[in-house]
């Protein structure tokens, strides 16, 4: 597309666009960068929360080069879906009496806390009250995974990797907020002792930050 544009003109200007390479580079590659240098595995696994998509996505690393071996995305099963079970729980449990849209949800997500006995704390503002949607949060994250089979079904074979013993790094926006990247951890690692699944530092940005060891796959 790029290369098709040759000529426009704007605020009375010409300009012409000469296009000589393009390189395009994965979503998830940041991360997967950020995993071999600070751990070097030879084969590891990514799940990317982002807001319209979940991507699951295997990557093997043989010391010189940085390789994708399977990738699996879920469209519409990010961020947005999860916030907009939230919104519909939230409009059954108190039918209208809070006055609250989507922004306003993710809001009260990007402020929730895990305190003592992990208990959870998510403090939604509705004409000047402040509410804790706790458990709405907790009852749409159920709905969200057993209501989409494409998500069930990446979870249990994710949660069997684990359970062989493989690693799991997790990025994205929505592991970023505490309540959610602590309900992901533990539905992923029910009953498997020791699972190898850790959160990168920054999960929202390290899509984009990990480029920054783009050499070491040079």
């Known amino acids: 597309m790029l290369k098709q544009i040759s000529d426009f003109t704007w605020e009375d200007l010409d300009f012409k666009v000469t296009v000589k390479a393009c390189e395009f580079i994965d979503e998830g590659e940041g991360a997967a960068l950020e995993v071999v240098k600070l751990y070097n595995h030879e084969r590891f696994h990514l799940l990317d929360l982002g807001g319209g998509t979940i991507t699951f996505t295997t990557y093997e690393w043989g010391g010189e080069e940085l390789s994708t071996v399977a990738k ?36 009260a997500l990007e402020l929730s806390q895990i305190g003592e006995n992990n208990t959870w704390h998510v ?38 990797k684990l359970a062989k013993g493989e690693y799991l790094y997790c990025s994205g ?6 309540v959610i990247a602590e309900w992901l951890m533990k539905y992923l690692s029910n009953g498997i002792d020791g699972a190898r699944i850790k959160i990168l530092d920054s999960p929202q940005d390290v899509n984009l930050a990990g480029l920054k060891h783009l050499d070491i796959a040079a």
Do not use: C, H
């Not at 804790?132 to 009852?139: A, F, P, Q, R, W």
């Open 72 to 107: 699996t995305p879920v469209s519409g099963g990010g961020m947005t879906s999860i916030i907009n079970r939230i919104f519909k729980s939230l409009t059954r449990t108190d039918r209208g009496a809070i006055q609250a849209e989507n922004i306003d949800i993710q809001e």
């Open 173 to 178: 926006g929505g592991f970023a907020v505490a």
């Open 123 to 160: 403090p939604l503002r509705s004409s000047g009250k402040v509410k804790d949607i706790s458990s709405e949060v907790d009852g749409a994250l159920s709905e969200w995974v057993r209501n989409n089979y494409a998500i069930q079904k990446l979870f249990d074979s994710i949660s069997q």
